[in-house]
Nanobody, 118 residues
Framework: QIQPVASGGDSVQAGGSLRLSCTVGEFTSDDCGATWYRQAAGKQREWVSHINSHGRAVYTESVKSRFFASLDRAKGTVYLQMNSLKPEDTGLYFC????????????WSQGTQVTVTS
């Protein structure tokens, strides 16, 4: 049973940085990477970033050049480094680890809260 655990959320001032972690445990040999999402209060869930099993990441436009995803296969963990944080980055952040090569088996973490104050 794969159950990712997200952590690292906190309250920071605008301009600050946070690093979120998504601990999966042991990655599967043919996984599809992991995706980060966020959801602000009263808004729909938003896709933030996807990193594939080779470590190549893509980002939503609003976080490009500020957020950086990475993974450590030895530690079974996916990271999201968030720099130059803005109040609009506030939300509950989730990771979804995708354990098969068809990219159909998603395993979701609980959320970790990020609050950015101005």
């Amino acid at each position: 049973q794969i159950q990712p655990v997200a952590s690292g959320g906190d309250s920071v001032q605008a301009g600050g940085s946070l690093r979120l972690s998504c601990t999966v445990g042991e990655f599967t040999s043919d996984d599809c990477g992991a995706t980060w999402y966020r959801q602000a209060a009263g808004k729909q869930r938003e896709w933030v970033s996807h990193i594939n099993s080779h470590g190549r990441a893509v980002y939503t436009e609003s976080v490009k050049s500020r957020f950086f995803a990475s993974l450590d296969r030895a530690k079974g963990t996916v990271y999201l480094q968030m720099n130059s944080l803005k109040p609009e980055d506030t939300g509950l952040y989730f990771c979804a680890y995708i354990s098969n090569s068809e990219c159909t088996n998603e395993h979701w973490s609980q959320g970790t809260q990020v609050t950015v104050t101005s």
